[in-house]
């Protein structure tokens, strides 16, 4: 287990070294001078351009300049917005919880619809009912997201007037929708994992064995069946979350809802490559960490895995 663990954080690590690599680089791969692609239709003076040089140290050799990004990004520093002139560490914290509150509303949708459906599926496996879920999983996961957005607030904000359209704050009102229209899609995927995983499960033969014991039906599918159908679920539940913190840019944009993903889309459209650099590799590391969290999970939940 230690063995396994070093394994995975030093996995980690090198993951991340590239990451900050390959995020450095955004600045360099501007085509032409990028102080002139941030000053854009500016009155540019020779001044303007030799001061935003300075700000952003490109004057300097590259290897200069990585290591200064890596040993500040190492201290919490991700320097600070051309646009606002705020840190950018302060400006994503500023916006990490509402993205994280809609990404946790998303997983809680997913994970009750889809794994509710899914393990119900699996119980009338081959019924009009199975045929029903799989048939919602599949228009589930073939409609874009904002297309689901779209008809969510048709049916919730304009027909039934039930819940806002615009979403300001955390209140369940507020995110009922936006945690609708990310969480969706999610479910079907759950939704077809776990029928898929419930039915390898009720065929094995320690599942016949409890019920040949006399053990009730609810036991079985609750404590035996369902324990050992979500492992693999574990795993996805895991990256999604990852996924969720990072891609619902559509969801806070399409809600006028505050987020990371739409403090991204607002510094890509300012040239505000700074704070591009830290949103990308904030969303980086946590994707990393989640993964690497869910390496762990997985085998927490399941000991018998060899770790090779």
Known sequence: MLNYLVRRILTSILVLFGVSVMVFSVIHLVPGDVTMAILGRQKVTAEKVAALRAQLGLDDPLYVQYGRYLNNALHGDLGKSIRTNLPVAKSIADQ???????????????????????????????????????????????????????????????????????????????????????????????????????????????????????????????????????????????????????????????????GIGRLAVQSIFNRDYPLVQGVVLVTATLYVLINTLTDITYVLVNPKIRLK
């Open 96 to 258: 990490m919880p509402s993205t994280f509150a809609l990404s946790m509303a998303a997983l809680l949708v997913a994970l009750s619809i889809g794994g509710l459906l899914g393990m119900l599926a699996a119980l009338r496996h081959g019924t009009w009912f199975d045929t029903l879920v799989m048939g919602l999983s599949v228009s589930g996961l073939s409609i874009p997201t904002f297309w689901m957005g779209l008809l969510l607030i048709l049916f919730f904000s304009v027909n039934l007037k039930l819940f806002p359209s615009i979403s300001s704050g955390n209140t369940p009102a507020e995110l009922f929708l936006p945690a609708l229209t990310l969480g969706l899609p999610e479910a079907a995927v759950v939704a077809r994992m776990v029928r898929a995983s419930m039915l390898d499960v009720l065929g094995r033969e320690y599942i016949t064995t409890a019920r040949a014991k006399g053990l009730s039906q609810s036991t079985v599918i609750l404590k035996h069946a369902l324990r050992n159908a979500l492992i693999p679920v574990v795993t996805f539940l895991g990256l999604q979350m990852a996924y969720l913190l990072g891609g619902a840019t559509i969801v806070e944009t399409m809600f006028a809802r505050q």
